[in-house]
């Protein structure tokens, strides 16, 4: 399971693998590169293409300042996945998920603002 060992504005180290553009950790491995629609907003459709299977909780990282946004539809979209979300900017979001239960756990995180 993934280790998020590092994490600073435009940068994370997980596994010992350095990334600079924000990513989707799953208990299956990494996925790098995390485009969205809207740079600023998690849209269904922004997780969707990345998740074939939903974790039990997913956390989201909002950012070093918390500037993403997850609006209520996308909580509401998660919710019918059965999938329990938890909104933190991402350093904290970082942290939570290194205690997490990486077997059922998922992040999608925003590395910049």
């Known amino acids: 399971m993934a280790e998020i ?14 990334y600079t553009i924000d990513v989707i950790i799953h208990p299956d491995g990494v996925t ?16 969707d293409q990345y998740l074939d299977d939903f974790p039990e909780v ?4 909002t950012g070093k300042f918390g500037r993403m946004q997850v609006p209520k539809e996308t909580e509401q979209w998660l919710e019918e996945k059965e999938t329990e979300v938890i909104q933190k900017k991402t350093e904290d979001a970082c942290r939570e998920y290194n ?5 059922i756990t998922g992040a999608a995180l925003h590395l910049t603002c």
């Open 32 to 47: 790098p590169d995390w485009w969205r629609k809207s740079s600023h907003e998690v849209l269904p459709e922004d997780l």
């Open 58 to 61: 997913l956390i989201i990282g």
């Open 5 to 18: 060992e590092n994490y600073r504005f435009k940068h994370i180290e997980i596994d010992g693998d350095a």
């Open 99 to 103: 205690e997490s239960d990486k077997a």
